[in-house]
């Protein structure tokens, strides 16, 4: 795209007011004292990094993965299980988080990646489940009632995460990082692969490119990031369980992403900001908040196309 | 190990297997004809659960609950379908996951509506919670005999009415080309909604039976339908014999390891090892096997032919 930059500004504007706003939140939230709004945002962006992870194997990818919450509990174990032996290094975590992600997604990828369509899509729900069980077998890390975490990554003098505001700006620099990435990878010579082979798979084969190889590398890259959005929820909450590994958790996953516009770049990010937005509001009102969750979805599969995303393109007659 | 443990563990992991096996037949069925992936199938094991608990409370009788509970859920079954999923057979599966996961979301929230929060439970009458002598000096809880003679009896049956019957040849021939049975005249939208339904009834059968053994209670169907997609998974999507082999297998390896593999790492592992990693890897068992399985059969262990 070679459009000049004040085009490009005005053709973004809502990015980047979301962007400044997210920015200038907790200066907003710190003067009225509302501190329970700092914490919406930030599991909205942690979520929203899991959801744009998963947009980018199943979105740009059409790798339909049901298991995918199963990275934010090994990223958050990875925090866990080493302040349960009282190492907080957050170097280490960090190291551990994306390590023990990118390893279960190459694993697994080997595996599931074999298979095609629906089959895809129960062993990736299998393979999370299998993880879930695992998790609630192990005694020693608390079992079904998981483990409370009493401090949060360490980063020597370097960057101190115990304050909640500086947390939430690592959350908001990871955010944004993730969607840099997102944006370089799908753009890139790696991203046309993976797109393509989403479209037409033998075709790309009979061009001469080992796809699964690439699909492979994809699948593992969503995995690590996603692990990254574990380890921030595991220092966010400063509790961990099996459950956040839940496949209905991955579930909602899935909905972030297609309610926000599947294969879009900011479209997970609106997802997110929905599901929390309605959780946030509805809950306040009713505790059955999830019947109108569940009668959206069902909509939005139906009418939905491109969920919000798609629609705001349309709005604004772009492609 | 003792043979004792060893009968019982393994009507244990009948037992399981059979459960499966109702749920699975379903999920497998409503996959092979209408390539449409359920994640709401759970849901019918639920309600199946809680209609049956509330009718014997009313009515003081496991029985008469039973007979009201399956046209019960044939009818919930047929709603579903006509409501919801009749509409999303000619979406993709990206689609069918969104809407049959908020399905789970109304479905569970319903039954949080209308029977609370809290679980619910029953007893079974005199004659069902005695125990029987299935080999000398071995006890077995009647009930969990009677689930299982349930569950084959059911297999054996559907098996007859997929291959002996006209439904199912229409079942089958739908199954492979649905265009060319519409072209011969035969309403497939119909079939569909009756086999939906049929679908809906074997799960809400596996729920009610299991509902006095544990309880009914809310989102009860949605670990048990994870392994029922192992078992479709392993047996071969769309097959019915594959389904019926497939939740045996997974029954018995799931009831087994959880019993038997802290005895079978002692061989080759400290006492203390054996212990501590045993519980973990058993939780494992049947994701392992089923890697292993589409490691070197991709498409499951029959997949159907024709397609």
């Given amino acids: ?319 | 190990m003792d043979s004792t443990l060893l009968v019982i563990q393994i009507l244990n992991g009948l037992q399981l297997g059979v459960l499966l096996f109702l749920l699975a037949a379903g999920l497998t069925l409503v996959f092979g004809i209408m390539d449409f992936i359920n994640l709401a199938h759970g849901s019918f094991y639920m309600v199946g659960a809680f209609f049956c608990a509330t009718l014997t409370l009313w009515l003081d009788s496991f029985l008469l609950a039973l007979l009201l509970t399956l046209p019960l859920t044939f009818v919930v079954g047929m709603v579903v379908e006509l409501l919801v999923v009749r509409h999303l057979y000619q979406e993709d599966h990206l689609q069918q996951i969104l809407a049959t996961f908020g399905l789970i979301l109304v479905a569970d929230t319903l039954v949080h509506i209308i029977w609370g929060p809290e679980g619910l439970t029953f007893a079974l009458p005199e004659i069902l919670n005695g125990q029987v002598t299935v080999l000398p000096g071995i006890l077995f809880p009647v009930y969990r005999i009677l689930i299982i003679s349930v569950g084959l009896l059911i297999a054996v049956g559907l098996y007859i009415v997929v291959t002996q019957t006209r439904v199912g040849m229409l079942i089958r021939a739908g199954a492979s080309n649905r265009r060319m049975v519409e072209a011969l005249g035969v309403d497939i939208r119909y079939l569909f909604t009756l086999v939906f339904g049929a679908g809906a009834v074997m799960a809400g059968l596996a729920g009610l039976m299991i509902a006095p053994i544990t309880e009914a209670s809310i989102g009860m169907g949605n670990e048990i339908l994870i392994v029922a997609f192992v078992v479709i998974v392993i047996g071969g999507v769309g097959s019915i014999k594959g389904a019926f082999l497939g939740a045996l297998l997974v029954g018995l390896i799931d009831t087994l390891g959880r019993s038997f593999l802290d005895d079978m790492l002692k061989l080759v592992l400290s006492n203390q090892a054996a212990e501590t990693s045993a519980p973990a890897i058993s939780a494992m068992l049947i994701y392992i096997l089923m890697a292993a399985i589409l490691y070197f059969r991709p498409q499951g262990l029959f997949p159907p032919k024709g397609r």
Avoid at chain 1, 89 to 115: D, E, K, M, P
Avoid at chain 1, 232 to 243: A, R, V
């Fill in chain 1, 1 to 319: 795209m070679s459009s000049s930059t004040p085009q490009y500004l005005a053709r973004h504007w809502p990015a980047f007011a979301g962007v400044l706003v997210l920015l200038a939140a907790p200066l907003a939230i710190t003067y009225w004292d509302q501190p329970f709004y700092l914490d919406v945002l930030m599991r909205l962006m942690i979520l929203a990094i899991a959801a744009s992870s998963l947009n980018l194997i199943l979105g740009y990818g059409g790798m339909i993965s049901l298991g995918h919450s199963v990275y934010i509990g090994i990223g958050a174990y990875a925090v866990g299980i080493p302040a349960y032996y009282d190492q907080y290094s957050g170097v280490l975590q960090l190291l551990l988080a994306l390590g023990g992600a990118g390893i279960f997604a190459l694993v697994t990828g080997l595996i599931c990646l074999r298979t095609r369509g629906a089959y895809f899509i129960m062993i990736t729900l299998a393979f999370a489940q299998m993880m879930y069980f695992t998790f609630v077998s192990i005694e020693e890390y608390g079992g079904d009632d998981g483990l409370v975490i009493y401090a949060r990554s360490d980063f020597g003098g370097l960057f101190d995460v115990e304050n909640s505001i500086r947390l939430y700006y690592l959350v908001a620099a990871c955010l944004l990082l993730t969607l840099l990435l997102v944006h370089r990878i799908v753009n890139s010579h790696f991203g046309m692969v993976i797109r393509g082979a989403k479209s037409n798979e033998p075709r790309m084969r009979a061009v001469g490119f080992p796809t699964f190889r690439y699909r492979l590398a994809c699948y593992v890259i969503s995995g690590m990031l996603c692990g990254l959005a574990g380890w921030l929820m595991g220092n966010f909450t400063g509790f961990i369980s099996p459950e956040m590994m839940d496949w209905t958790r991955s579930g909602e996953l899935i909905a972030m992403v297609i309610l926000g516009g599947s294969g879009t770049l900011l479209g997970p990010t609106i997802g997110a900001a929905v599901f929390i937005g309605m959780e946030t509001v509805l809950a306040e009102v009713t505790v059955y908040w999830h019947l109108y969750l569940g009668l959206l979805l069902i909509l939005v599969a139906k009418f939905g196309r491109g969920g919000l995303g798609g629609l705001w393109q349309r709005i604004r007659g772009v492609r």
